[in-house]
């Protein structure tokens, strides 16, 4: 059993940058992603990271701010956000397929493990 445990969510001011730690317990060489949900919004796509930390792929919204990265020795997936903006806050969770070596994907029903999730709140 995978378990994910995200950190480094807070408040920052418009232009500012965070970065987001996401640490699974057990051995998992698998697709990660990250995903966010802002109030009375819907679950969106992040970014996500194939096993091997080769392929990444993003969503349109955050492309050229965002960066996810691994770092499997660890057991860790990253997300640095850069240039940040006050849509860009909300709840983001990591999350992580059960098949091993398996790629990222952008559909949320598509990952079987989930992190509880981490606030970031973008003052304007």
């Known amino acids: 059993q995978v378990q994910l445990v995200e950190s480094g969510g807070g408040l920052v001011q418009a232009g500012g940058s965070l970065k987001l730690s996401c640490a699974a317990s057990?051995?998992?060489?698998?697709?990660s992603g990250w995903f966010r949900q802002a109030p009375g919004k819907e679950r969106e796509f992040v970014a996500g990271?194939?096993?091997?930390?080769?392929?990444?792929v993003y969503a349109d919204s955050v492309k050229g701010r965002f960066t996810i990265s691994r770092d499997n020795a660890k057991n860790t997936v990253y997300l640095q956000m850069n240039s940040l903006k006050p849509e860009d806050t909300a709840v983001y969770y990591c999350a992580a397929k059960a098949r091993p070596f398996s790629d990222a994907e952008r559909e949320y029903w598509k990952y079987d493990y989930w992190g509880q999730g981490t606030q970031v709140t973008v003052s304007s």
């Open positions: 057990g051995r998992t060489f698998s697709g």
């Open positions: 990271i194939k096993w091997s930390g080769l392929s990444t």
